[in-house]
């Protein structure tokens, strides 16, 4: 499989895809073969900075017109969190952004992560106020 970052924007294997599945290049590739019918281009954001992936994941939609970009992760990992954070972001750039899924796996599931947990996840604030909200108990009154 290509990696993200070694793959033309406008190659013939991205032509011939309406669908792009971004995944961290840790996982196996058994766990891939759920993903038929899209590019899949693997992508490590230990080995490279967001900000390259950014510019070059906006690049390949900027130039190409795609139904769907998923995103699968590891579940947890410091690294791979960041690369549905840059898939949303590009997504704010791009014109007629395709429509996202994102997916973490954990113990061997996968788990479907809605846009907005990936957007809510960004603001730390958010995250403690919800989960404040979530062990108040409801008064009596």
Not at 10 to 17: I, N
Not at 41 to 67: P, Q, T, W
Not at 87 to 111: D, F, Q, S, T, Y
Request: proline letters at 4%; a positive charge; charged letters at 25%.
């Amino acid at each position: 499989m290509p990696r993200l970052m070694d793959i033309n924007t406008r190659s013939s294997y991205l032509r011939s895809f309406r669908r792009i599945l971004l995944y961290g290049s840790c996982l196996g590739e058994e766990i891939l073969q759920e993903f038929d019918g899209y590019a899949k281009l693997s992508c490590c954001l230990e080995e490279e900075h967001a900000n390259m992936v950014g510019f070059k994941l906006a690049g390949i939609l900027a130039r190409g017109s795609y139904d769907e970009i998923a995103v699968l992760t590891v579940d947890g990992s410091l690294h791979c969190v960041q690369l549905h954070h840059v898939v949303e972001e590009v997504c704010k750039l791009v014109r007629n952004p395709p429509a996202r899924r994102h997916i973490v796996l954990e113990e061997g599931k996968m788990i479907y992560v809605p846009e907005n947990a990936v957007k809510i996840s960004r603001y730390l604030s958010r995250v403690s106020k919800l989960i404040k909200n979530s062990h108040q108990r409801p008064s009596n009154r």
